[in-house]
Nanobody
Framework: QVQLVESGGGLVQAGGSLRLSCAAS????????MGWFRQAPGKQREFVAA????????YYAASVKGRFTISRDNAKNTVYLEMNSLNSEDTAVYYC??????????????????WGQGTQVTVSS
């Protein structure tokens, strides 16, 4: 079982930047693709970004492409989400998740089986 702990959230002004981190412990998370999701109040959890286990491929939601960057450091068992040009629509709780299989099968939340507790990101306008 992999335990995931997110950090780096906070309050930022519109146009600002934040860097989220997700530290994995337990059975190594570096064997799996990893993803970031977010959930705003009153809305369903939505896919933000994913990265394959080697980092060779990355995937983004259309709403964040060009502004967010996902990366990983397998030596540190850590996944990052660099967020730039933030706006009020990015306000949400951000969750890190481990992909269920060794092969990346897509952004459906059902493809991820371990989740962190989330970190709040609030963008003020």
């Amino acid at each position: 079982q992999v335990q995931l702990v997110e950090s780096g959230g906070g309050l930022v002004q519109a146009g600002g930047s934040l860097r989220l981190s997700c530290a994995a412990s337990g059975r190594t998370g570096s064997d799996y693709a990893m993803g970031w999701f977010r959930q705003a109040p009153g809305k369903q959890r939505e896919f933000v970004a994913a990265i394959t286990r080697t980092g060779s491929s990355t995937y983004y939601a259309a709403s964040v492409k060009g502004r967010f960057t996902i990366s990983r450091d397998n030596a540190k068992n850590t996944v990052y989400l660099e967020m730039n040009s933030l706006n009020s629509e990015d306000t949400a709780v951000y969750y890190c998740a481990k992909h269920r299989t060794l092969t990346y099968r897509g952004r459906d939340p059902d493809n991820f089986d371990s989740w962190g507790q989330g970190t709040q990101v609030t963008v003020s306008s």
